[in-house]
């Protein structure tokens, strides 16, 4: 079965600063990778995905992430964070076949300092 | 274009309790899933729809159960609420079966269910 780590349960950062959310999966095959970003008593909001092609995506809010299959890797980054994008990131794989049931992350709150 | 619409956002029951949550999706999707996020748990799958037929089903016990409409429209029910029912539960569509990266799921902003 797949898995998705998140290492980092929270991470504090000042605001201007540069930010790398870390996403490690476990899948035999080549996933679909996910970024969602969920803000308090909100529902979750899709930064970007990856399905094939160019591994390094481009997500709104100028977050991009780069999948790096000989790691097992899909990190989330963005050069200058502003004080609105604290909230919970989470990173999700899919498969073919698996239609839409996603395995989550366990999530990385994210606070900025102003 | 609306998104993702659940009912009730907020709703407070008793252990024994059934509950029944609403979800509409985005206009021409019908495909329909629900999710559990829970602190101990995190984000859980729960069930699939397509075109009124459950396609896909994570591993919960049997009091939890939902439905599809003709109008993609959906419901689950939980039965026999337990104290660790307790969740928000999030509604996601999209508008074919088959995922893709034209088709990926939209989330709603969640049923925040309390059970005590």
């Known amino acids: 079965a797949q898995s998705v780590t998140q290492p980092d349960i929270h991470i504090t950062v000042s605001e201007g600063a540069s930010l790398e959310l870390r996403c490690n999966y476990s899948?035999?095959?080549?996933?679909?990778l996910f970024w969602y970003v969920q803000s308090p008593g909100q529902g979750l909001q899709l930064l970007l995905k990856y399905f094939s092609g160019d591994t390094l995506v481009q997500g709104i809010k100028g977050f991009e992430a780069e999948f790096k299959r000989s790691q097992s890797s899909f990190n989330l980054r963005k050069p200058s964070v502003h004080w609105s994008d604290a909230a919970e990131y989470f990173c999700a794989v899919g498969f073919t076949g698996g239609g839409n049931k996603l395995t989550f992350g366990t999530g990385t709150q994210l606070k900025v300092e102003l | 274009k609306a998104g993702v619409t659940q009912t009730p956002r907020y709703l407070i029951k008793t252990r024994g309790q059934q509950v029944t949550l609403s979800c509409s999706p985005i206009s021409g999707h019908r495909s329909v899933s629900w999710y559990q996020q829970t602190p101990g748990q995190g984000l859980q799958f729960l069930f699939e729809y397509f075109s009124e037929t459950q396609r896909n089903k994570g591993n919960f016990p049997g009091r939890f159960s939902g439905r599809q409409f003709s109008n993609s429209r959906s419901e689950m029910n939980v039965s026999t609420l337990e104290l660790g029912d307790s969740a928000l539960y999030l509604c996601?569509?999209?508008?074919?079966?088959?995922?893709?990266?034209?088709?990926?799921?939209?989330f709603g902003a969640g049923s925040r269910l309390t059970v005590l």
């Open positions: 899948y035999g095959a080549t996933p679909y």
């Open positions: 996601a569509s999209r508008a074919g079966q088959a995922i893709s990266g034209a088709n990926v799921l939209t």
